[in-house]
Each structure stands twice: as C-alpha cells, then as structure tokens.
C-alpha cells in the first residue's frame, strides 16, 4: 500500500495514512471510498488523545466499554458536534440504560434479551439506537456474537417483536485464521438477509475487510499507536 506513510508521526499523520489506505483498497475494487466510514476506536485513550483527532474533523468514534465512554465523552460533545458514537463491545442488560445516554449505534447486538432491552429502552427515551447484529463467524466459544445459523431466528425476532431497526452485520474474526474468509461470510450474510452495512476490519486488516465490502471500518492502533495494558478485544 504505497499510500501508506510509514513514517509518519503524529495523529494528523496516521489518520490521513488510514485515510488514504481505505481510499486506495475501496478503489482498487470499484468502489466509492465515500462508502466506508472510518469508526476511530478511542477505548482507552484519554480524551487528550481523542481531541486531536476531532480537530482534525474525525466524527465517529468507537468505544468497548459503557462505564468508560461514559466517563469520557459527555465532556467532549459539549465541545464537538456531530460526533456519532459506537458501542463496539459486549453490552449487559443491565447497562442498556447507560449505554443508551452514550451510543448512537449499538453494534453488539447478539440475542433476543438485549435486543428487547434495547427496544425498550428506546421506546422510553423515544429514540430507537441504530443497531447491528454481531456474529461469530468463527463460532469461538469465548467470543460474543450470534452464531451463524442462529442469526435469521434473531433477526427476525430483532424486526418483527421488537421493531429495533437493524442496520447491518459486525464481526471480528479469530486471531489465527485468514480473516477474507470471515468477511465474506459476513458480507454473504447481510447480502441474503437484505442489510445494506457491514462492521468488518481493525488495524490489521480493513485493507482486506473493504475489498469485501466493508462499509464501516474499527480502527484503533493505527490511529492511536499501541494501547497501554492489556488487550482489550475480546
Ligand atoms: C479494539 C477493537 C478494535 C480496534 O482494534 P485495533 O487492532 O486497535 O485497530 C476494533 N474492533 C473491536 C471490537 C475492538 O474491540
């Protein structure tokens, strides 16, 4: 990816590298890099971190963890508008409240029990979150997600008793297997179930997950550097 500057230092530097790479695999294969959003994940970062990128006009933001992004983000958005957030991590039930104050976009939806939660809790505060149905392509048994086989029955239940609009697919495929196979399957799910978005790639691979159709990209260490302490994929 010639495009990529290596070298560069600095945030302005990495995001117009991301920038320029999800431009370059979007064309490469005939598509519109206006059709993929850069989802800039800020999970651990200070709001020090976060604020040169928001200067830098980056609006969507993706975070794993509801007490965290509470933590961090009421105080930017009185400082930025526009700003469009993503819960990209597990979401309990009991957290759907919170999670709803902060996320615009839910995209861990993986049963019926939170599905309803959320619905509810929508209805309540009169704004249905956007949402997207995780899968577990690799049907990994540590790893949230509906499996594949299970994923009509949910959204079937996601559309017709809840009324929750789902948008589209997300997935993040094992560690150790060649991840275009998990993006087309992802990208063949949401064809034949009629959902037009598809949450697929991190820093290691959103070349690859654009090439297969990704409409939103999660990046974090590319934009961010490393994180400190431990991963927190799960
Ligand atoms: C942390 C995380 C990312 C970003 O991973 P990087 O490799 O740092 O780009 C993307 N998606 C999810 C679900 C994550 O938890």
């Known amino acids: 990816m010639s495009e990529v500057r290596t070298t560069a230092s600095g945030e302005a530097g990495r995001l117009s590298a991301v920038r320029g790479a999800i431009s370059e695999a979007a064309r490469a294969v005939g598509r519109d890099p206006a059709g993929v959003a850069l989802v800039a994940v800020s999970k651990t970062q200070p709001a020090e971190m976060i604020i040169p990128l928001l200067d830098l006009g980056q609006r969507i933001f993706g975070e794993n963890r509801v007490q965290e992004a ?3 983000w009421p105080g930017l958005r009185e400082h930025y ?19 709803l104050s902060v996320f615009d976009v839910i995209e861990t939806v993986d049963r019926e029990r939170l599905a309803l939660a959320l619905a509810e809790e929508g209805s309540r505060i009169g704004r249905m979150p956007r949402c997207y149905v995780q899968v577990n392509t690799g049907e990994e048994s540590q790893k949230a997600g ?5 994923l009509e029955a949910l959204l079937e239940y996601c559309r017709e008793t809840c009324q929750l609009p789902v948008e589209g697919l997300m997935c993040i495929p094992p560690v150790d297997e060649e991840p ?7 990208a063949e799910l949401a064809r034949r179930h009629g959902l ?12 690859e997950a654009v090439r297969f159709g990704a409409t939103s990209v999660r990046i ?15």
């Open 220 to 234: 974090g260490t590319a934009l961010f550097g490393e994180r400190a302490g431990p991963a927190l994929v799960p």
């Open 180 to 186: 275009a196979l998990h993006f087309a399957l992802l």
């Open 81 to 99: 508008s526009g700003i469009e957030m993503r819960l990209i991590g597990p979401l309990q039930t009991n957290k759907v409240r919170d999670a």
């Open 146 to 150: 509906v499996i594949p086989r299970a």
């Open 196 to 207: 037009p978005y598809l949450s697929m790639g991190m820093s290691a691979d959103f070349a």
């Open 70 to 72: 509470k933590g961090k």
